[in-house]
């Protein structure tokens, strides 16, 4: 086995986009485990928005990640040592595990899941991770979608975006709207993903072309972008609309110019409803989640696809890309 | 009895405040009424900032005044003629009476209601009225009020929001917080009308002042104002607080600076609701609520005040007056 850790630590808070000096490759030994502990050598991390929120030094739903702390992340593993009868050695399995080769396992908190045997880890931490349970809890849950329901969808190409859409087909909204950036990302929504409508941000009018596609408005508009789009589907609000705030993308690297809304009013006028969630609180029902997604993954009805960068080292990189849109589908690191 | 009816029309769409253009007073023959209609001698009209958004042309939940259209408002009157079951000489009724001296009184959306002989008319429209059900069902339903809530609420020295206050107080908020302009307005929200705390937003840091008075957030707050004081509110939401979205006085008159509030991402990270409601939906429900509401007025614990404007010819500078700031309490006009 190797003694030695690489871990990808914070070096300096960024401004905008993560640079060459954000972050540094360092090395440590392998750590020790003690009794009630695992040893996992990680394989995949799941490259989030979200972590570049805890980059910042301002208050969130998590603290942030400190100066020489490895750079917090979701990913998946394989048990290589075990002090615990929870972990054996060869199990797969997923949790926060940290930009590094290796990490513990452990219990309460720091706890990591079983992967299901039959599904490969880099589907296990696209659909049935983070990026799933986000999807379907903010649509099913927070959304409340109903059967009928008219959907916009933005950053529809993205990894969640992509999966809110498939799920809001599958249990039955009327109309399914992507919204995304060119026109390859917008074919792809409706040749494989069975989006009705895909809308091209950078070549369309997006205001114009939701009305035009929902004259009688938009039931549910989940957002993960914020800004202009917001604004936009927030004028096209049906009465009784709901808005699913899941992130705000178009923001996170430009604190100082943040974009606010100025459409909200038509929540009064449609009588709508904005809410946000963070999917660590449905952490206690992501079981019941992943086995409707599961299902739906062995009968073949819900597409998902990776764009893996090799290499721990290009964790940062990976990252960037999420706020470049160079990806589609999920973003997965490829440690090992 | 009188044969003329005099009538405030709109002329010209205001930009802004209403200018001297904006409407004129006609005279036309006091209307003839028909079997099941009764004539009504309008008293007092409800000047509420809703009627300024009626005046643009442009979409709201109802449609906007037509040119030479008399100015649509609520108010209340005596019935002075009558060929209906429905309604008798000598009844005091409320409704939708527009800016004029006479109007019908008819069946179905055309119907007016009996006030409370036990209660002066004013009072009737104040808190029994509108004022007093938007107070009532923004706090209670759309906000879902809890014992030990802490409450904000802007606007709160006028008609609605000093309501909101005394309502969160009698249902169990733990601690009430008002904003007004003004040293005056703000020492008569804490000596006469039971707040715990008076924010002058003329004179004091909103925001700081807010993290200071509710440490732990904001678990309700009702926004009658929109602006930076919204965005101060956000700022300083609690996990899992709601945001009601009664109006948005500050941008009714400058709809091309219409301000988006920033901090709508704390909606995510604190899992907050910000929703609209229009009080006109909740008009089957008001029986329930005026009950409750002529309990607190018998029993002195909801006082109410009203700034009363003599002369229907002067309605236009009574709602003026709501922009300005000008009035504490309630504001209406007597017409006669």
């Given at each position: 086995?190797?003694?030695?850790?690489?871990?990808?630590?914070?070096?300096?808070?960024?401004?905008?986009?993560i640079?060459?000096?954000?972050?540094?490759?360092?090395?440590?030994?392998?750590?020790?485990?003690?009794?009630?502990?695992?040893?996992?050598?990680?394989?995949?991390?799941?490259?989030?928005?979200?972590?570049r929120?805890?980059?910042?030094?301002?208050?969130?739903?998590?603290?942030?990640?400190?100066?020489?702390?490895?750079?917090?992340?979701?990913?998946?593993?394989?048990?290589?040592?075990?002090?615990?009868?929870?972990y054996?050695?060869?199990d797969?399995?997923?949790?926060?595990?940290?930009?590094?080769?290796?990490?513990?396992a452990?219990?309460?908190?720091?706890?990591?899941?079983?992967?299901?045997?039959?599904?490969?880890?880099?589907?296990?931490?696209?659909?049935?991770?983070?990026?799933?349970?986000?999807?379907?809890?903010?649509?099913?849950?927070?959304?409340?979608?109903?059967?009928g329901?008219?959907?916009?969808?933005?950053?529809?190409?993205?990894?969640?975006?992509?999966?809110?859409?498939?799920?809001a087909?599958?249990?039955?909204?009327?109309?399914?709207?992507?919204?995304?950036?060119?026109?390859?990302?917008?074919?792809?929504?409706?040749?494989?993903?069975?989006?009705?409508?895909?809308?091209?941000?950078?070549?369309?009018?997006?205001?114009?072309?939701?009305?035009?596609?929902?004259?009688?408005?938009?039931?549910?508009?989940?957002?993960?972008?914020?800004?202009?789009?917001?604004?936009?589907?927030?004028?096209?609000?049906?009465?009784?609309?709901?808005?699913?705030?899941?992130?705000?993308?178009s923001?996170?690297?430009?604190?100082?110019?943040?974009?606010?809304?100025?459409?909200?009013?038509?929540?009064?006028?449609?009588?709508?409803?904005?809410?946000?969630?963070?999917?660590?609180?449905?952490?206690?029902?992501?079981?019941?989640?992943?086995?409707?997604?599961?299902?739906?993954?062995?009968?073949?009805?819900?597409?998902?696809?990776?764009?893996?960068?090799?290499?721990?080292?290009?964790?940062?990189?990976?990252?960037?890309?999420?706020?470049?849109?160079?990806?589609?589908?999920?973003?997965?690191?490829?440690?090992?």
């Amino acid at each position: 086995m190797e003694t030695t850790n690489r871990q990808v630590v914070l070096k300096n808070r960024p401004t905008g986009m993560i640079a060459e000096d954000t972050t540094a490759v360092v090395e440590s030994p392998v750590p020790e485990i003690t009794d009630g502990q695992a040893l996992v050598r990680v394989k995949y991390l799941s490259i989030d928005p979200t972590i570049r929120t805890w980059m910042d030094d301002a208050p969130g739903y998590l603290p942030p990640i400190g100066i020489d702390e490895v750079i917090r992340a979701g990913g998946a593993g394989e048990v290589v040592a075990s002090k615990s009868s929870r972990y054996a050695v060869g199990d797969l399995v997923t949790g926060i595990t940290g930009w590094q080769d290796y990490c513990i396992a452990d219990e309460g908190m720091a706890a990591m899941s079983p992967a299901p045997a039959d599904l490969d880890l880099a589907t296990t931490l696209n659909v049935l991770g983070v990026t799933g349970m986000t999807a379907y809890f903010g649509l099913l849950d927070v959304g409340g979608l109903r059967e009928g329901d008219v959907v916009v969808v933005s950053g529809a190409a993205g990894a969640t975006g992509s999966a809110v859409g498939q799920i809001a087909r599958l249990k039955g909204a009327s109309k399914v709207i992507g919204i995304a950036g060119g026109a390859a990302k917008c074919a792809q929504l409706v040749e494989e993903l069975g989006f009705d409508v895909a809308i091209d941000y950078k070549a369309d009018n997006v205001g114009k072309r939701l009305h035009e596609e929902a004259p009688k408005g938009i039931d549910l508009y989940f957002d993960n972008v914020g800004g202009p789009i917001l604004d936009a589907c927030l004028a096209n609000l049906a009465m009784r609309g709901r808005v699913v705030l899941c992130g705000a993308i178009s923001g996170y690297n430009d604190a100082e110019h943040a974009f606010g809304p100025k459409n909200y009013t038509s929540l009064i006028i449609r009588r709508g409803r904005m809410e946000g969630f963070i999917i660590l609180d449905y952490m206690g029902r992501w079981p019941e989640a992943q086995a409707v997604v599961a299902e739906w993954l062995r009968e073949g009805v819900m597409h998902h696809s990776e764009h893996i960068v090799e290499g721990l080292e290009h964790a940062p990189e990976a990252l960037n890309l999420l706020f470049t849109g160079g990806n589609t589908g999920k973003v997965l690191v490829k440690v090992s």
